[in-house]
């Protein structure tokens, strides 16, 4: 049976604002229908209060806030999670939005982000000095919930996850304590919060490695639906024997209507990849060209391109608000039958803006070994993900049924475990599998870090009884 909600006495309610800098928001007020909404529009939750952190010590009061009071607690960073765990019902959300703060040091090829930076403020800052540090693919993600997760993109075969590139992070543990955690202070923390997720404290900021990144050569490549099952085996030999500067993911997907795409291919699905070569100019033509050679491509659009404005390329397909149902596994190798399911279920790619695709990870990600951080899957060559997206509440339903029904016929091929930022609420054993034999060890950090669980509302990991 669910427990009422009681809200915490007005005069520690009154006491604990005034300790804010950053804006307290409740039900009722100003502003509260937009401050509780996040990313996936599917995600409708009231949480009790919102606080927009001005900085650390709003982050400090408000944890302390509310373990004592013993207030559910979510925690926002860029507000990308699906399954919507940077809200919750009648809770605390403690949104970390505002917190922006970037100090790049061109010297020592370092950048320190406050954990409100998405990584659009990451790549804007970073680009001016002609540098960049492995992020995700949209740039309205969020560094912070990214990056606790694993983190991965067009740089990762190259310079490895995001987690990799962490050198130290900043953080408020369940006891209001501000700490910081690097291979040579609290190191048994900084392991686990690279892919551990949000469960070990409020993360305000993160230092990145960076690496000499600026213009890339990349663009995508579509093939007629017809040629899916030779594209993806055409997919699989390429990346078998890929130089690291080169990632490429396939998708299936409906093209959306507009430039630069011609008018003949508007809402037509398609398959492709797309490419992004982060090395050499003019080896990234050559590393690109057997995807131009195969086909005929009906489209291509392939060239130098500065670095962020690839990370942005995407964006206008995914604005926030809209219905997102998402399932994902790891895959080991792409297998003939893996082929034949994918192009079976990819050609019915439900809308404009779902995503049908399979990342590579391999190169760098393989360079560190699987216990050495909280990420375990290093072994995995790629990560393929189904989600539906719809403006339409209506039509989710069904799409949510056909995104189980591929999940389930590609799941045989595929590693037994999942990357945990592609997690909905899938139950404890798939948290367990995204962890494997890691899942011990964050327990008992956990245990040290959060013994009573403060920091439940992500894909959760107990403490160690
Ligand atoms: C459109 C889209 C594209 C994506 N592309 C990629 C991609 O290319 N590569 C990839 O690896 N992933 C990708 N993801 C998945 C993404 O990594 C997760 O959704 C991630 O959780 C988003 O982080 P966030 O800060 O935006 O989310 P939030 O919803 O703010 O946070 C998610 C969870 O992370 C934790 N968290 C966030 N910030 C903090 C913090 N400062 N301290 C402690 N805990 C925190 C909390 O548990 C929180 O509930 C994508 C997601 C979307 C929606």
């Keep these: 049976m669910a427990t009422l909600f009681k809200a915490p006495d007005r005069a520690s309610v009154q006491a604990f604002v005034a300790t804010l800098r950053g804006k307290a928001i ?33 982050v400090m009061h408000s944890v302390n806030f509310a373990r004592e009071q013993g207030l559910t607690l979510a ?54 000095f002609g540098l960049a540090t492995p992020g995700g693919v949209i740039s ?40 910081t955690a690097s291979a040579s202070e609290n190191s048994d923390l900084f392991w686990a919060l690279r892919g551990g997720g949000g469960n070990f404290g409020v993360v305000t900021s993160l230092e990145f490695k960076l690496h000499p990144v600026s213009v890339v050569y990349a663009g995508p490549v579509f093939y007629p639906v017809e040629k899916a099952t030779d594209a993806l085996r ?17 998708a299936f997907l409906i093209v959306p209507p507009g430039p630069p795409f011609p008018e003949s291919l508007h809402m037509k699905t398609v398959c492709g990849v797309m490419c992004v070569y982060s090395g050499d100019l003019t080896k990234g033509e050559t590393a690109v060209k057997p995807f131009l050679d195969f086909g005929p491509p009906v489209f291509s659009h392939v060239g130098p391109i500065p670095y962020p404005m690839v990370q942005g ?5 995914l604005p926030p608000g809209l219905q ?20 079976k279920y990819g050609k019915q790619v439900p809308t404009v803006n779902s995503a049908i695709h399979i990342y590579p990870l391999g190169g760098a990600v393989s360079d560190v070994g699987r216990s050495d951080t909280a990420f375990a899957w290093r072994d995995a060559g790629f990560v393929h993900i189904i989600a539906a997206v719809s403006s339409d509440a209506s039509v989710m339903p069904k799409y949510r049924d056909w995104v189980r029904d591929f999940w389930t016929a590609l799941h045989p091929c595929c590693a037994g475990g999942t990357y945990v930022n592609f997690l909905m609420e899938e139950g404890e054993e798939r948290i367990t599998a995204s962890y494997q034999e890691n899942y011990q060890r964050l327990a008992k950090i956990k245990q040290k870090y959060d013994p009573s669980n403060l920091f439940h509302v992500n894909q959760n990991i107990k403490p160690a009884p």
């Design 140 to 179: 309205t993600t969020g560094v912070s919930g990214l990056t606790l997760g694993g983190g991965f993109g067009h740089l990762t075969r190259r310079y490895g996850l995001s987690c990799d590139n962490v050198v130290s992070v900043d953080v408020v543990t369940a006891d209001g304590q501000f700490l």
């Design 234 to 250: 055409l997919y699989r030999d390429v990346m078998s024997r890929a130089p690291r500067e080169l990632s490429v993911f396939f």
């Design 324 to 343: 997102h149902y998402w399932k994902a596994d790891f895959v080991k190798e792409i297998s003939d039958t893996f082929i034949v399911e994918y192009a």
């Design 26 to 58: 409740r039900k009722g007020e100003d502003g509260y229908e937009t401050a509780r909404k996040v990313y996936n529009g599917m995600i409708d939750r009231k949480p009790w209060m919102i606080v927009r952190c001005a900085g650390v010590a709003d």
């Design 75 to 128: 925690i926002r960073g860029g507000g990308h999670s699906v399954p919507g765990f940077g809200t919750c019902d009648d809770g605390l959300v403690l949104d970390l939005g505002a917190m922006k703060g970037v100090r790049v040091d061109p010297k020592q090829r370092t950048a320190r982000f406050q954990t409100g930076c998405t990584w659009g403020d990451a790549d804007h800052a970073a680009h001016a």
């Design 313 to 317: 390329m995407f964006d206008p397909l």
